[in-house]
Structures are given as structure tokens and as C-alpha cells.
Nanobody, 115 residues
Framework: QVQLVESGGGLVQAGGSLRLSCLAS????????MGWYRQAPGKQRELVAD???????NYADSVKGRFTISRDNAKNTVYLQMNSLKPEDTAVYHC?????????WGQGTQVTVSS
């Protein structure tokens, strides 16, 4: 079973940037896609962005133009570069690894954006 470990979260002022990393315990090439989701208090978990094994990307409308997902297959790592952060981006960000019929989650990293 693969393990996903997120890092890079923290407290940042509105307009600032953070880069999240998700390190997998084995090759991410075996997964159909890797993704980032977020969950704010009292809200459902939502997709932020995902990237397929051939690097096609997909973004939530709320983050388009501000966030960029990327992957480094040699390092078994997926990144989420977050720019122009807003208070409404505050959430726990979770990494995901999608197989054909399953999804594996990381434990998450907290991102807090102050106004």
C-alpha cells in the first residue's frame, strides 16, 4: 500500500504564495492520476487540481490562473504551487493517488490564509 505524505502548508497573508509537496512511498507512474483536494471546516472535500500520468491537468474554477499542479516522476512527488492566495483558500489540503478503482489519501497539510 502506497503512503502519501504532504508538506509545505502553513500560515500566509492574503496575496502570498505557498508550494505544497506530496511524496509517495513508491512510483507515482503506476497511478492513473494524482490530485490535490481541500476541505474547509464545515464543508465537503473538493477537488483543487489533478494531473494524469501523461501530465494532463484539471483545475477547479476557483483556483484557475492562481494554482499550478506539477509532478516529478523521478522523485515520486507531486507539487501544488499556490499564488495570490485568498482567505477562502484556507483548508486542509490532501494529496490523492487514483488507481482504476480506488483512491488513496494523504493525511493532509493545513493552509491558513490571513486577511
Amino acid at each position: 500500500q502506497v503512503q502519501l505524505v504532504e508538506s509545505g502548508g502553513g500560515l500566509v497573508q492574503a496575496g502570498g504564495s505557498l508550494r505544497l509537496s506530496c511524496l509517495a512511498s513508491r512510483s507515482i507512474l503506476s497511478f492513473v492520476a494524482m490530485g490535490w483536494y481541500r476541505q474547509a471546516p464545515g464543508k465537503q472535500r473538493e477537488l483543487v487540481a489533478d494531473i494524469t500520468s501523461d501530465s494532463n491537468t484539471n483545475y477547479a474554477d476557483s483556483v484557475k490562473g492562481r494554482f499550478t499542479i506539477s509532478r516529478d516522476n523521478a522523485k515520486n512527488t507531486v507539487y501544488l504551487q499556490m499564488n495570490s492566495l485568498k482567505p477562502e483558500d484556507t483548508a486542509v489540503y490532501h494529496c490523492s493517488a487514483d488507481g482504476r478503482a480506488y483512491r488513496i489519501w494523504g493525511q493532509g497539510t493545513q493552509v491558513t490564509v490571513s486577511s
